[in-house]
Every structure is written in C-alpha cells, then in structure tokens.
C-alpha cells in the first residue's frame, strides 16, 4: 500500500467516523437518559439523505407524509389523555403542537419545494421535516411505554426501526440516490488531495461535537440532562420532569440524524436501508463507550471508521462483515470491565 | 402570596392513603405542619416514613388530601409542588455524584430557572455562607464528598429551590454523632430564617430536642402525637417505639 493510497483511506475512514462519531454520541445520550436503544436513528439519516434529494430534484419528498402522520398520531395520544381526565392545559398546548407543526412544514414544504430556493433552504426544509421525526417517534412509540425495562424498549425500538423501513421504501422507493456535494473540488494537503466535501463532514461534525461539549458542560439545560442520566429520582425532586428531558434528548438524537443525512448524501449512495448500517456503526462505537462515555463513543467511531477504510482495501468484499465481527471482542472487552451501566441501578 | 390566614397550618395532611401495589404502607394519616415550626415523624424502621415524605413530595401516587397553603397539591407532579415551595431531602439524598458541588447546586434552582439569574446567584452566595465547606468543595465532585458533606450539600441543594417547606428524610442517617448535632442545629436555624420543617427521625431524643411537635408513626398510622416536650418526657414511649440510647438495652 502507498502513502498515497493510504493517506486516501485515511480520508475515507475519517470521513464515515465523524458520521459514526455523531450517530455514536446521539446513541450514547438517548441511552444515558431514557434507557432507550434507538435503533431507528440510522432511519433518521435515510429519511434525511433521501429527503434532500427528493428537494434536489424539486419534488416534495414522500417523508413528508409520515411525519403528518405522526404528528396525528401523536396529537390524537394527547387528546385521548386529556378526554380520559388529564384536563391540563399543557395537554392541549401538546396537542396542537404535534398536529399542527408537521402540517405547517408539509404546507412549506409543497410551497417552496418546486420553486428553486436553492441548496441551503432544501437543507432547512430537510432539518424542519426530519428533526421533528425524533420527538414524534418517542411521543408515539416510547412514551406510551412508561418506565419500561431496556428490554422492553429495546423490542419496541426493533419494531420501528422496521415500520420506518418500510416506510422509507414506500415513501422513497428502492433506487439509491446521490447529491451534489455542499462544494465541490478537492485541496492537497500534504501532498495528498482531500475532497472539499469530506474536510466539510469532518468540520461539520467536530463543530456539533463542540457544540454538544458545551451544551452538556455549561448551559443548565444540558446539566439538567447530564442529571436525569445520572439520578433520575435527584431528577425529579429538583423539578426536571423525566418527559421533557426525553423530549428534548429525542429532539437532539433527530438533529444528529438528520445532520448526517445531509453530511453522507453527496459522499454516498443512500438506499432506503443506507441508513440502518450507519445506525449499526454508530452503535458499535457507542457499545464500545459502554453506552456511557462520550469521548470513548466518539474515538470508537473514528477507530471503527479508519478500520473499515483499511479493511475495505485489503477485503472489500467482506467490509460490512469484518466490521460488524468487532462487535464481539468489544463485548468481550466490554464485559470484563466493571464500569458499565447496569440496567436496574439504585 | 398566601391565600389563607397566618394560623391555618402551612401544610395540611387528611386521611393520606399510600400503596405499593396491594400493599398499603400509609393508611389514613392526617397531620399538620403549622408556618414556622419544625415538626417530626419517628417512628420503627418499615412504618412508613419515607413513603409518607416521597407521597407528599409527588414522587408517589397517594389517595387523601394534602394542601399547602391552602392550596390543594394532592394532584400535583412534583415540579408543582416545588414551586409551591415544597422541598424533599430524601432518605438517599440522591445527589449527582458524578457532577461539582457547584452544578448540584445549580440545578437546585431548576424550579427557578425562569426567574432573573441575580436571585439565584444571591442564594447560591447564601448557601456557600451557610455551608463554608461546600464552597472550599464546589469543584469536586459530589461523590467525593464525605457523609456529612454529602448531607450538607443535600440540604443546601434543596434549599436552593427556595422552599416554604423543607421535608428531611433522616438527615442523620449514617452521619457520627457530632455531626448530627451539626445537622440538627443547621435545622433549628433554618426555622429560624422561615423555613417550616417536617423531619422525619429515628433519632428520636435529638430530634424531639429540636421540634415543636411530633408524630409517632407504627405500621403506617399514626399511634400517638403531642408537643415535642410530652413526648420527649413520655420515657415509656421512647423506650418502647424508639429504641434509642438506653431503650435499645431493654427492647
Ligand atoms: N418500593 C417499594 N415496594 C414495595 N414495598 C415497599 C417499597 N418501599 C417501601 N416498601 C414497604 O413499605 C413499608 C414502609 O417503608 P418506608 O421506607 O416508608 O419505611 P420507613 O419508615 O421509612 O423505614 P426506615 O426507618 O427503615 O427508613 C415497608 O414495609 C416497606 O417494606
Ligand atoms: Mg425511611
């Protein structure tokens, strides 16, 4: 193997371990809060690569109509709550939320898709039609759960990763898609041409990962949240109310997702089930962090990451296998450190 | 802003029914908490202290009447009832351990997060000044700290919520005897500032010291009540319900 070509996978195995990176720590931080293993973040990304070539081409995409369901769906929960004797008025403020915000970004969406705003408002109208996806997902398949076990959850998240599966190819169809890059061109550095594109994913991602480091460590909001991970019960008697902070960690796991979505669009070609195998990687790194760490979520990413690049040259065939076979030396590293989180905790 | 007059009691218990599943822990309590005065509930392990605390604070689901300051909470989620200026120091302190003494105080004032940042931070100052170990800690994090810290800062945290009424879940629970009587005396001065307290105790003697009123509680009811003074003069009562000091002997 070359410097160069080695320099080159290199790139590469940078480039999809920042997107592991921000899959891996959205994992990490849904997990940490609700107990939840959400395996349908990958679909976020699907939902959101396909949704942007959907606007590329001036087509209003097929999402659209899952999230108006959703939010229908959603709405009617909280109606059916507020009919059977919670008469708060939270409860109808919640209500017409989930019904009206998707329907109001349906309305956007079919006004302006056709009419060639350009690349960056396709990228808002993406943000505003796949980030909701978060919330609606917990209000409507999670939240009716309670205080479910993680196995629970974890079989509730299997069946939505499924529905969203195939509503992903009944919205999007099975033709794998492709989007220009957010700029063009590739710059030596050291000698080796990197893609514009990837130095964009990788400052994309380090920027949000500075963000979240800073949400999480400064703001009292993220504390709040860093605090119903750690005690949910010191959680509540300070006036975090469990809900919300699931609401607003679902919230911040839709923007992750559709963040990626945007960033692998142009740098692959994303299939209705693209998505699921980035969600797979992400979640590897994330059981590398012991579902807890977010520093060791995002370097098991960037390692995961090279480690595909080089294998895919040496393999290529066997990539996804040899890939997704770290999955047991990591168990069985995971398993003789003491410090993971136990699922029951007191 | 109370609706009532300054002689109703702060908080005012009826006929508290508390279950986990079929199993009743709390069956009919009816108690009062008068403004500005400390009063106790000690009872045996297993009587139903802490879930009669947790219920009142919301974490638990209870049938009954509970209002505070003339205001029904019965229903309330706990974020309501603490911004009614109710406040629970429970039994497990249930700190933050893997966050500073400075951000467990933080999100003391969660319930207060819309209010102007300057209060808040008056009453952070307030309770480094009560607390001077907690300040000289507040980058440490709160699993570090020793079991009187940890205490401290659990009280100081729930303080930080700015409470009418402060509920201590055995404060002096695992702490040697010194710093229980730090402890207690850290109530007693809260009263002093306008707190109300009800405190929960199986350190009878101290406790009953510092408290106006007392309730014992025996299998979930109450079985006698009376000024602090009668209990603590009731040497039977103490021997046979509390077995503390020289009770512990003769049980
Ligand atoms: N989570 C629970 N599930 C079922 N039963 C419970 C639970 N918590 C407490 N109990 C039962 O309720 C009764 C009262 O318990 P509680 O903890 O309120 O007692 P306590 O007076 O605080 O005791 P201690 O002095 O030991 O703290 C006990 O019989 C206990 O076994
Ligand atoms: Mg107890």
Not at chain 1, 80 to 104: K, N
Not at chain 2, 95 to 107: C, G, H, I, Q, R
Request: aromatic share 8%.
């Amino acid at each position: 193997m070359s410097y160069l070509i080695g320099a080159l996978l290199a790139q590469d195995g940078l480039t999809n371990g920042a997107i592991y990176a921000l899959i891996a720590l959205a994992l990490v931080m849904v997990f940490s809060v609700t107990r939840i293993i959400f395996i349908p973040q990958g679909e976020i990304v699907t939902y959101s690569s396909l949704s942007l070539a959907s606007l590329q081409q001036g087509t209003a995409p097929g999402s659209i109509w899952l999230i108006v369901a959703l939010g229908l769906l959603a709405a009617g929960l909280e109606g059916f709550g507020y009919l059977r004797g919670d008469r708060s008025t939270s409860r109808l403020r919640a209500m017409a939320a989930y019904g009206l915000v998707p329907l109001a970004v349906a309305a956007l969406t079919f006004a302006t898709a056709g009419a060639g705003f350009g690349f960056l408002w396709n990228i808002v109208l993406v943000l505003l039609i796949v980030v909701p996806m978060g919330p609606l997902i917990y209000r409507v398949a999670f939240r009716p759960l309670g205080d479910a076990t993680v196995l629970h959850s974890l079989i509730v998240a299997m069946a939505v990763h499924f529905v969203l599966l195939g509503c992903g190819l009944l919205a999007f169809g099975p033709e794998g898609v492709r989007t220009p890059p957010l700029i063009a061109g590739r710059f030596p550095v050291f000698g080796v041409p990197v893609s514009a594109q990837a130095m964009v994913v990788v400052a994309v991602a380090i920027v949000a990962i500075i963000a979240m480091a800073l949400y999480f460590g400064r703001t009292l909001s993220g504390k709040a949240l860093r605090a119903t991970a750690f005690n949910r019960v010191g959680a509540r008697l300070v006036g975090i109310r469990t809900e919300q902070a699931a609401r607003l960690v679902f919230l911040l796991a839709g923007f992750a997702g559709a963040l990626c979505g945007i960033l692998v669009a142009p740098i692959t070609t994303v299939y209705y089930d693209t998505g699921f195998l980035i969600g797979l990687k992400g979640f590897i790194a994330a059981i590398f962090a012991g579902l807890a760490s977010y520093p060791l979520a995002a370097l098991g990413a960037v390692l995961l990451g090279l480690f595909e690049s080089y294998s895919s040259f040496f393999a290529s065939l066997y990539k996804d296998a040899i890939v997704f076979a770290l999955i047991i030396p990591i168990l069985l590293w995971r398993s003789l450190r003491s410090t993971h989180v136990e699922e029951d905790e007191e | 802003m109370s609706g009532t007059s300054p002689d109703t009691p702060l908080l005012c218990v009826r006929d508290l029914h508390v279950s986990y599943g079929p199993v009743e822990a709390v069956g009919g309590i009816s108690l009062d908490v008068p403004r500005g005065a400390i009063v106790s509930v000690i009872g045996p392990n297993g009587a139903g202290k802490s879930t009669l605390l947790n219920a009142l604070m919301g974490l638990l689901p209870s049938k009954g009447q509970a209002t505070l300051d003339g205001r029904d909470v019965a229903a309330m989620p706990v974020e309501d009832r603490l911004r009614r200026g109710l406040c629970l120091v429970s039994e497990k302190r249930e700190l933050f351990a893997e966050m500073s003494v400075a951000d467990n105080l933080a999100l003391g004032a969660y319930s207060r997060r819309h209010e102007p940042k300057g209060a808040v931070e008056a009453d952070l100052e307030a309770g480094y000044q009560r607390f001077p170990r907690l300040k000289e800690r507040r980058h440490q994090t709160a699993g570090t700290l020793s079991g009187g810290e940890r205490q401290m800062l659990a009280i100081a945290r729930a303080l930080m919520a700015r409470p009418q009424l402060l509920m201590l879940d055995e404060p002096s629970l695992g702490l040697a005897p010194l710093i229980v009587a730090e402890v207690l005396e850290t109530v007693s001065e809260l009263r002093r500032s306008g707190v109300s307290i009800l405190i929960v105790e199986q350190n009878a003697r101290a406790v009953l010291r510092i408290a106006d009123y007392g309730y014992v509680l025996e299998q979930g009811r109450i079985a006698m009540e009376g000024d602090a003074a009668t209990l603590l003069a009731d040497e039977r009562l103490i021997q046979t319900y509390l077995g503390f000091g020289k009770g512990e002997a003769a049980a």
